[in-house]
């Protein structure tokens, strides 16, 4: 993959999904600033993770024909995984085990009794899994994007600029009422999002399939047990 045939791409790619993404969370953004009035066109908002997706596979088909398509949506599909990595995938999970501890131990505030109960852990990790974003948005970010800037730069660099860019994408939850993003500093947020970059590149990096392609189920996989490790620990 030439890196100078695929800045255009990649160009592409980022403002399609800056687009889609950014117009279906405006209404929400304008409801939060209080020029539009709540109402059910918040409920496009939902819509908006799909952009990284729409993108991914809107480009694929044009540039690269169906058939690549195809295999890009299969690789979301694959669960050949190296056994010795499988461990690496829970590592958000111990993290926030940890540090949930490690809070309540500094500033107890019984936080036990805001973890879900057992019976509903499954079916929140389906819903985050599909509809959080891990589903919608690793086909764009690991599946399309992450080779083509590693075909300019090594993989530390790599993740942080796809990072920093992804942190980028999520700006307008900053500005809407009630998301995790609002009561987060901007700054710590993409600093963190170009920091976890870098693990997802390595999970995915050393767990390629057989023609060398990122595994895209491994990134959706991490992607949505660090969301669900937020919901089992909340802080």
């Known amino acids: 993959m030439d890196f100078q045939n695929e800045k255009k791409n990649l160009f592409l790619f980022f403002l399609l999904t800056f687009t889609i993404s950014w117009f279906f969370w405006l209404p929400s953004v304008l409801v939060s600033f209080g020029i539009l009035p709540s109402g059910p066109i918040q409920i ?27 295999k890009l949506f299969l690789r979301g599909w694959s669960i050949k995984v190296n056994k010795k990595w499988v461990a690496a995938l829970f590592l958000p999970l111990v993290t926030a085990g940890i540090a949930f501890l490690i809070i309540e131990i500094i500033e107890p505030m019984n936080r036990i009794q805001y973890i879900p ?19 919608t948005e690793e086909y764009g970010w690991r599946g399309y994007t992450l080779d083509r800037i590693q075909s300019k730069y090594d993989a530390l660099i790599s993740s942080l600029i796809l990072g920093l860019i992804w942190g980028a994408w999520h700006l307008p939850l900053f500005f809407i009422a009630g998301t995790t993003q609002s009561y987060i500093p ?12 870098i693990f997802y ?25 660090a969301n669900f490790s937020t ?3 909340p802080y």
Not at 117 to 135: H, Q, R, S
Not at 186 to 197: C, D, K, R, V
Not at 202 to 224: C, K, P, Q, S
Request: proline fraction near 5%; hydrophobic fraction near 55%; charged fraction near 15%.
């Open 231 to 233: 919901m089992i620990f």
């Open 117 to 135: 109960p057992v019976a509903m852990w499954v079916p929140n990790f389906i819903l985050y899994y599909f509809i959080g974003g891990p589903f």
């Open 186 to 197: 901007l700054y710590e947020f993409i600093l963190i999002q170009g920091l976890t970059s």
């Open 44 to 70: 496009l908002g939902n819509l908006a993770i799909f952009g990284p997706f729409l993108a991914a596979f809107f480009l694929t088909s044009v540039k690269e024909g169906k058939g690549e398509a195809k």
């Open 201 to 225: 590149t390595w999970i995915v990096n050393n767990n390629r399939d057989e023609e060398g392609d990122v595994n895209v189920f491994l990134a959706i996989m991490f992607h949505a047990i």
